[in-house]
């Protein structure tokens, strides 16, 4: 049953990559996921990204991990270490966006929780007060008439 749900994303063209910690799952699931990720990763119609035990600050803990074997094996030197490296190593790097522009945050939460901790650094932030199920178009036009008015300067400051 689930074999063929893949194969129906692999024919409509959808790409799955998943991001976050897997190795505390069964492992005939993480066989599952695996086959999944392999079997879409040429399909560009759409790209679902599903977080599965992520965490914002193990992303970028393991990137680091990696840029320090890195190091230490004498690929890059310390200095070659910069922001674009970090986020080359970043579960995200997957996605050709891997920093969004928006984040909606529903249930009335006024936090990240953890959530793409790295990638959101420059992202407009919306709050809205209905839970997930609930969150529909009036909520989504609402966010994004929010974010037409905002001005976007990346860390730069005003005029």
């Given at each position: 049953?689930?074999?063929?749900?893949?194969?129906?994303?692999?024919?409509?063209?959808?790409?799955?990559?998943?991001?976050?910690?897997?190795?505390?799952?069964?492992?005939?699931?993480?066989?599952?996921?695996?086959?999944?990720?392999?079997?879409?990763?040429?399909?560009?119609?759409?790209?679902?990204?599903?977080?599965?035990n992520?965490?914002g600050?193990?992303?970028?803990?393991?990137?680091?991990?990696?840029?320090?074997?890195?190091?230490?094996?004498?690929?890059?030197?310390?200095?070659?270490?910069?922001?674009?490296?970090?986020?080359?190593?970043l579960?995200?790097?997957?996605?050709?966006?891997?920093?969004?522009?928006?984040?909606?945050?529903?249930?009335?939460?006024?936090?990240?929780?953890?959530?793409?901790?790295?990638?959101?650094?420059?992202?407009?932030?919306?709050?809205?007060?209905?839970?997930?199920?609930?969150?529909?178009?009036?909520?989504?036009?609402?966010?994004?008439?929010?974010?037409?008015?905002?001005?976007?300067?990346?860390?730069?400051?005003?005029?």
């Amino acid at each position: 049953m689930i074999d063929s749900a893949f194969l129906d994303f692999h024919r409509a063209g959808i790409r799955i990559s998943i991001i976050g910690d897997t190795s505390m799952l069964h492992k005939s699931l993480q066989e599952l996921i695996d086959k999944a990720v392999k079997t879409t990763k040429e399909n560009s119609q759409l790209h679902v990204v599903i977080a599965v035990n992520y965490s914002g600050q193990y992303d970028v803990v393991q990137a680091c991990q990696t840029i320090a074997q890195k190091v230490k094996d004498g690929i890059i030197e310390p200095e070659d270490i910069s922001s674009f490296l970090v986020e080359q190593e970043l579960q995200t790097n997957c996605t050709d966006f891997p920093c969004p522009d928006l984040l909606i945050r529903t249930s009335g939460e006024l936090r990240l929780s953890n959530f793409l901790l790295w990638q959101l650094a420059y992202a407009e932030l919306f709050f809205s007060h209905s839970h997930w199920p609930d969150f529909g178009e009036a909520e989504f036009l609402e966010a994004l008439c929010s974010f037409q008015q905002r001005q976007r300067r990346y860390g730069s400051q005003g005029s």
